[in-house]
């Protein structure tokens, strides 16, 4: 995990991506890509930036369209197995709000629960089978209530359950490991950094109120 004094940080899969460019833009631009994302109040001042920082980002963007291209086989695994999960997922909620209705146990959709995680079972899965099934019959009854903290990743429902009781389980849909979906978040994470810093940049050099521009 990268990370400045102000908080500007990413992840290791992203942190890859950028160091593989970063010496193509360093021979192109004399710009180093992880300072520019880091502290980008220090070029504000550098002329031509806003033009650079475009051309850079364009760069970056055909950069990641070649490397989307060179994994049409992860993408394809990583697409079914996410309507896998979906499907998955889309199931499993129908049970247990029918286990909350017949064990009358409260079905919340809470924004957040303030619990100890570390004491948590999690239990991950990506298949339903009588096993499942009966797991999730047994929690349900062992449980105060049931929190549903499902979420959507693209266009896929990822289900996560908690059942609260003595103990606290969490039923977990999970997407299986795959190189396009890291590359997939990475570049969303990569994407993200560079329209803050664009955004900034331009802010920067907007005229102020008596019609200087910020040195």
């Given at each position: 995990m990268a990370e400045n004094d102000n908080g500007t940080q990413w992840s290791d899969n992203a942190n890859v991506i950028i160091e593989d460019i970063a010496s193509d833009i360093k021979d192109?631009?004399?710009?180093?890509?992880?300072?520019?994302?880091?502290?980008?109040?220090?070029?504000?001042?550098?002329?031509?930036i806003e033009v650079t920082f475009d051309n850079i980002n364009e760069d970056i963007n055909n950069y990641m369209?070649?490397?989307?291209?060179?994994?049409?086989?992860?993408?394809?695994?990583?697409?079914?197995?996410?309507l896998k999960c979906d499907a998955v997922s889309k199931q499993l909620s129908q049970n247990i709000s029918m286990q909350a209705k017949q064990n009358n146990i409260p079905l919340v959709k809470p924004l957040d629960i303030e619990r100890n995680i570390d004491i948590e079972e999690v239990i991950q899965i990506n298949n339903i089978d009588n096993g499942v099934m009966?797991?999730?019959?047994?929690?349900?009854?062992?449980?105060?209530?049931?929190?549903?903290?499902?979420?959507?990743?693209?266009?896929?429902?990822?289900?996560?359950?908690?059942?609260?009781?003595?103990?606290?389980?969490?039923?977990?849909?999970?997407?299986?490991?795959?190189?396009?979906?890291?590359?997939?978040?990475a570049r969303e994470e990569i994407t993200a950094l560079m329209n803050n810093v664009g955004n900034y940049l331009k802010q920067q050099g907007k005229p102020d109120e008596t019609g200087d521009t910020p040195q």
């Open positions: 192109k631009y004399n710009i180093d890509l992880k300072d520019l994302l880091m502290k980008p109040e220090f070029y504000v001042s550098k002329k031509g369209v070649d490397m989307e291209s060179s994994m049409q086989d992860d993408k394809k695994d990583f697409e079914k197995d996410g009966a797991l999730i019959s047994k929690l349900s009854g062992l449980s105060n209530f049931i929190a549903d903290f499902s979420n959507n990743y693209k266009t896929y429902n990822l289900g996560r359950w908690l059942f609260d009781g003595k103990k606290n389980y969490v039923v977990n849909v999970s997407l299986e490991p795959n190189a396009y979906a890291e590359f997939d978040i």
